[in-house]
C-alpha cells in the first residue's frame, strides 16, 4: 500500500454548543464531546485507510475544563501511526465564545479506528503513515507505546511481551 502523509487525512470539524447538548449546569454533556471525538475521529480514519471504520478503542479521556451553552468547539483529528488493520487518530478539542475570545485547549484523546472491507466487513490492511514534522514524529513513535499498553490492558499481551514499554522504563533506570 502506498504510505500517505499525515495531512492527508486531517480532519477539523466546528460543532456550536446547543441547549439539548449540555447538563443541568449549561454545559456541554461529556457524552456529547465524546460522540463529536468519535466522529471527526472516524472521518480522520476513514479517509486515511480509505475504507469504513470502526472504533477500537478509545485511550483515556479526561474533561479538563467545562464548554459552556452557545460556545464555539472545535475538534482536530490527525492519524499518528497505521498499524496492522488500525490507524491511532490524536483527536484535540478546542473551544471559544462566539466572537473568537477566551480561546482554550479542553480536552485530547487517542481514538483506535479497525478498517474493515465493505463487503466482507473483515479488517483490512491500512496505508502506512509518513510523518513529517517534528510533532507528527513525536506522536508517531510514541504511538506503539500506548498501544501495547492498550493491549496489554485489554489482555492481548502479555506485559513481558510489551517491548516498547520496557525499553522506554530501562531509558529512566540508566
Known amino acids: 500500500m502506498k504510505p500517505k502523509k499525515v495531512s492527508e487525512s486531517t480532519t477539523t470539524m466546528t460543532e456550536m454548543v446547543m441547549p439539548n447538548d449540555t447538563n443541568p449546569l449549561g454545559n456541554l454533556m461529556g457524552g456529547n464531546l465524546m460522540r463529536w471525538m468519535d466522529v471527526v475521529g472516524g472521518i480522520c480514519a476513514g479517509k486515511h485507510c480509505e475504507a469504513h471504520v470502526v472504533t477500537a478503542s478509545v485511550d483515556h ?51 483506535t479506528f479497525v478498517a474493515l472491507d465493505d463487503e466482507t466487513k473483515k479488517p483490512v490492511p491500512v496505508p502506512p503513515v509518513i510523518p513529517l514534522t517534528n510533532v507528527e514524529e513525536q506522536l508517531f513513535e510514541s504511538a506503539a507505546r500506548r498501544r501495547e499498553v492498550r493491549l496489554v490492558l485489554s489482555g492481548r499481551m502479555k506485559p513481558e511481551q510489551a517491548s516498547e514499554i520496557r525499553a522506554l522504563f530501562s531509558t529512566f533506570q540508566s
Open 61 to 111: 479521556v479526561s474533561f479538563h475544563k467545562p464548554i459552556p451553552l452557545g460556545e464555539i468547539v472545535t475538534l482536530n483529528a490527525q492519524v499518528t501511526r497505521a498499524f496492522n488493520t488500525s490507524v491511532e487518530i490524536f483527536v484535540e478539542v478546542f473551544a471559544t465564545n462566539i466572537k473568537g475570545g477566551n480561546p482554550r485547549k479542553c480536552n485530547h484523546a487517542y481514538f
